[in-house]
């Protein structure tokens, strides 16, 4: 006959069972955190933002797509996303950010964070640009590429222009006019690089440009002076002359770099 005895289990192990128990049911529940292919989405979520707050982005990275692609309508997804972006921008990857947040503007366009993706795609272009927009002093004007610069100006201008109450617009607005003084800076350069080797034509062209483009900036009073330079040198005194009385006509121009960026 069993001893009965021997059958009974004391209080202690009996809770010491129960959180075991508890501990297997809350892990199998995650899933094996050991293998993304196997994790929960919750488990999956929670390892990437583990991640990014180490910066450690590759692996954030690594966990978000796959609960992105395993889970393409759960909870977690839409959230996913959107920290791809971000992790992507930490990253280093502007194209890469610049295509998620595109993805997440076409699949979410009435979404409530939607300003943030259009923000960072302004935040992409501008530090993907960030060599032309610090002028590069040391490069010849006409080597400088600011295509950079004028996507960034592009996609903060849509920004505000969509969503002029988000949190975003006034950091968005401050960048918009940098830019836009940095363009009329670069166009100015390459409008003096070609007055100085007597190309007047394309002097006068670029400074037209400037003019037309960038008005309430510095450069735009500058530019006035190569036109006149330009058109002095073609012997268009006329026009040369014209330009003088704007010039002087317009002594406000000259306090600068104060534009809108519009």
């Given at each position: 006959?069993?001893?009965q005895h ?16 508890l ?17 929960s989405a919750?488990?999956?979520?929670k ?19 796959t609960?992105e ?12 996303q ?50 032309s ?7 010849d004007?006409?080597?400088?590429d ?10 903060f ?16 607005h ?48 500058e ?7 330009a ?13 003088e ?11 600068g ?6």
């Open positions: 006959m069993l001893d021997r059958l009974t289990i004391s209080p202690f192990k009996k809770i010491a069972l129960a959180c075991l128990l501990s297997l049911i809350g892990c199998s529940s995650l899933g094996d955190t050991s293998d993304p292919e196997k994790m919750e488990a999956l979520y390892a990437s933002r583990s991640a990014m707050n180490t910066a450690d982005y590759e692996t954030a990275l690594n966990h978000l797509e609960l692609s395993r889970f393409p309508f759960g909870r977690y997804t839409q959230q996913a959107l920290d791809i972006i971000y992790a992507y921008y930490k990253f280093d990857e502007p194209e890469s950010t610049l295509a998620a947040a595109d993805r997440f503007i076409k699949l979410y366009p009435k979404h409530p964070r939607v300003d943030y993706a259009y923000y960072m795609r302004g935040l992409a272009s501008f530090n993907k640009g960030m060599g927009l610090d002028y590069l002093l040391n490069l004007p006409v080597e400088r600011p295509g950079s610069a004028r996507e960034a100006l592009h996609n201008s849509n920004l505000i222009a969509q969503f002029p109450t988000s949190k975003y617009a006034a950091d968005a401050q960048r918009r006019i940098y830019l836009h003084n940095n363009l009329a800076k670069h166009d100015l350069s390459v409008a003096n690089f070609y007055l100085e080797r007597g190309a007047y034509i394309a002097a006068a062209r670029r400074a037209s440009e400037v003019i037309q483009n960038y008005q309430r900036t510095a450069a735009s009073r530019a006035l002076d190569v036109l006149s330079q058109y002095t040198a073609l012997e268009l005194n006329e026009l040369a002359a014209d330009i009385r704007i010039k002087k006509s317009n002594p406000a121009s000259n306090n770099d104060k534009t809108t960026g519009n």
